[in-house]
């Protein structure tokens, strides 16, 4: 039976200890698809291209062009590249990571948004671009390591809400 999405919700944090183990084929097409059920800026999901890479060479070359382990060890990396480089492509990504993310919890793995790579190193590496195999025109402005985490994860419950909300209500508008 799927998980409840506030379980999913609630188990989705920023991973950063992966086991080695890798992730099952099927696990990684419905985390694939679940990128695909994402809503995109007027419908232009040909402006993107999702690259899911289990070669740990290739993931090895990606660390290469920046300076540390930003994957902490994931199996999987998912780059996601766009030619849309503007904020309709940038949210559109974030939607789509998003997706990805809820549908690894539901599977029982772990994730972790990795922006950081990418501006450091990878987006203007020719040896990085090359090994993706990604073409001239396409820009990765997401990643995502993905795979089991190396300590069991928690669903959280925040006592006070993160992120600062304003409702307003009839009387108040
Ligand atoms: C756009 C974006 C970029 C991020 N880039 C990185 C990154 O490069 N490295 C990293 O370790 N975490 C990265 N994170 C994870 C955030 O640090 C993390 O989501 C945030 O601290 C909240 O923690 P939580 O995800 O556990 O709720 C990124 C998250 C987002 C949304």
């Known amino acids: 039976m ?22 099952a084929p099927d696990q990684l097409a419905a985390l694939s698809q679940a990128a695909s059920y994402a809503p995109v800026a007027r419908g232009r999901y040909n ?15 990606l660390e290469a062009a920046d300076t540390g382990h930003p994957f902490y060890g994931a199996p999987v990396v998912m780059v996601l590249s766009t030619t849309l480089t503007n904020q309709a492509g940038y949210l559109s990504a974030g939607m789509i990571a998003q997706n990805i993310e809820l ?20 987006e203007s590496s020719v040896a990085a671009r090359t090994a993706l195999g990604l073409p001239t025109d396409y820009v990765p402005v997401v990643a995502i390591a993905i795979g089991h985490p190396a300590h069991e994860l928690k669903p959280r419950h925040f006592v006070t809400d ?11 508008a």
Do not use: W, Y
């Open 2 to 23: 799927s998980m409840k999405l506030t379980t999913a919700i609630q188990l989705r944090q920023a991973n950063r200890e992966f086991k080695a183990t890798p992730v």
């Open 162 to 172: 993160r992120l600062r909300t304003v409702t307003l209500t009839p009387e108040q």
């Open 103 to 122: 549908k690894a919890s539901e599977l029982g793995l772990a994730s972790c948004t990795i922006l950081g790579a990418l501006k450091g190193g990878i």
């Open 47 to 61: 402006e993107f291209l999702l690259t899911v890479v289990t070669d740990r060479q290739v993931i090895d070359e």
